[in-house]
């Protein structure tokens, strides 16, 4: 692939020539960088551009020029350039016209002039903007392959895998390309053994596990030092902010993840409450700036692994994973956060992961594409999805239990609902039955005041109800509410012989002394993505107090 090009567009020569030359002397040996004088000259190397199917990573637009602002440049060029970055440059009375572009344009960032220094004012954000566009659109295609059906569980699984773990794929469907049967064929592989993954200069993978995969790919799966001082059972926000605080402190770190960094809130098609990010971010981007920040400071993460039960021994804590390995830590934070609650109705068990789906990732999204698509749920996770969906289905039904959204679902989710015009809510309506021959084909709703129920055709249902912690594994020793959460603090006190020590238990410290509880599995938490990595902040300066007392 060619360089791709960083399109400067000013009708300020000593402006367009500044800007330039800081990025020439910058990103000059991996990017194109192009000049224009207005917003008529850009569209049209924009378009030259494109018939020569040149990328274009990022178009840096001055706002006050005099024939075409630069948010009215910015607002065409997305027919020319649809995948580039945004960044507009503006003087400060201009900054609410910048924050509103935010929302009407998709404008990536808005930069105040002067940028001086640029090592402080402007490589940073064109660092961010360029990775941000850079994961989006790899210079290469993987040659990682996975061949599988569609509709198949476990081809969803392995997909899921492989795009939250950050490794591109190319995916071949059994029943539609002609690819896929050569290569089914050359490997010789029946039914069992689909899904197929391909990996350059490895073994052919039939219908692997997780844990085969992530061996095969080389990713962790086994801690390598006999002992830390901290283990954190869980890569959501909160575990991964708990590692980076951990190890930039100099605790010996690992994180432990059964499926991928980012939890729950890894899945988010759009996180746009988070502070310091006006634009929003994904889930999946939060999360693998997080796993980068881990690695930085020295953090072990092991993926794909299953932590399946908890012992103390004496002053040491082991956590025990899948397949009879262990890890053993002076102090553990459980992060495990919560899954979704399995919704029940007849039909519906069978068809999970065959067009019945628990969370939706942006590939389920894509795989939409002009069909009809139902979701269960009314909270905030539900309403992001919806949003998402809606890019590329023909209509997306959210059904609510409930009379209105206003109780479960933020404000700014609510309007944008109402404003998305292939988006519709059945409220007071609940999924009554599913039907299908292999895969999902039909859901009935009823309606919960009348009784009356409806059956509608559809090949996906996204469910996103309600929250169970993931805390089994923990055993008795260490105190849950009736549903799971784990209780933490001086709410130990009203439990009779939770507390058993002399000093009142650290704020996130559960009945078990060195083993803490951060973000969703804790009992009473926000359910927030900023509050879970506070408190998985916060847990780590709280070890720190725990190991000072043993």
Known sequence: MSKPTILTVDDDPMVSAAIARDLRNRYGDDYLIVRANSGAQALAVLTKLALRNQPVALIAADQRMPEMTGIELLEQAGAHAPGAKYLLLTAYADTDVAIKAINDIGLDYYLLKPWDPPEERLYPV??????????????????????????????????????????????????????????????????????????????????????????????????????????????GPAGLAAAVYAASEGLSTVIVEREAPGGQAGQSAAIENYLGFPKGLTGLDLAQRAVAQVSRFGAEMVLARAVVGFETRGPVHAVLVEGGGEIEARAVIVATGVSYRRLEAPGLEELTGCGVYY?????????????????????????????????????????????????????????????????????????AAC?????????????????????????????????????????????????????????????????????????????????????????????????AVGEGAMSVYLVHRYLATV
Not at 455 to 471: I, K, Q
Not at 498 to 516: D, I
């Open 359 to 431: 969370g939706v990732s942006a590939s389920d999204a894509r795989q939409c594409e002009g069909d009809d698509v139902y979701l269960v749920g009314g909270a905030n996770s539900a309403g992001q999805a919806a949003l998402n969906l809606a890019r590329y289905a023909k209509k997306v039904v959210l059904i609510v239990r409930g009379a209105s959204l206003e109780a479960t679902m933020s404000r700014y989710l609510i309007d944008k609902i109402a404003s998305t015009p292939n988006v519709q809510v059945r409220r007071r309506s609940e999924v």
């Open 126 to 235: 064109i660092e961010d903007l360029l990775d941000d566009w850079r994961q989006a659109n790899p210079d290469h295609t993987s040659d990682v392959r996975v061949v599988g059906n569609r509709w198949s569980d476990r081809s969803h699984e392995i997909k899921t895998f492989l795009a939250r773990n950050y490794v591109p794929y190319r995916w071949y469907d059994v029943e539609r390309d002609p690819e896929a049967q050569r290569l089914a064929q050359l490997a010789e592989a029946g039914a069992t053994d689909l899904p197929l993954v391909l990996i350059p200069d490895g073994d052919t993978l039939r219908s692997p596990s997780t844990l085969d995969l992530a061996g095969a790919l080389g990713l962790r799966t086994t801690a390598q030092q006999p002992l830390y001082d901290v283990c954190i059972v869980g890569g």
């Open 435 to 531: 039907r299908g021959d292999g895969h999902l084909e039909a859901i009935t709703i009823a309606d919960r005041d009348t009784g009356r129920a409806e059956e509608l055709p559809t090949s996906w249902l996204f469910v996103f109800v309600g929250a169970s912690p993931r805390t089994e594994w923990l055993g008795p020793d260490v105190v849950r509410d009736a549903k799971g959460f784990v209780v933490t603090g001086q709410e130990l006190l009203s439990h009779d012989k939770a507390w058993r020590l002399p000093r009142a238990p650290f704020a996130l410290e559960s009945s078990v002394p060195g083993v803490f509880a951060a973000g969703d599995v804790r009992l009473d938490s926000m359910k927030r993505v900023a509050s």
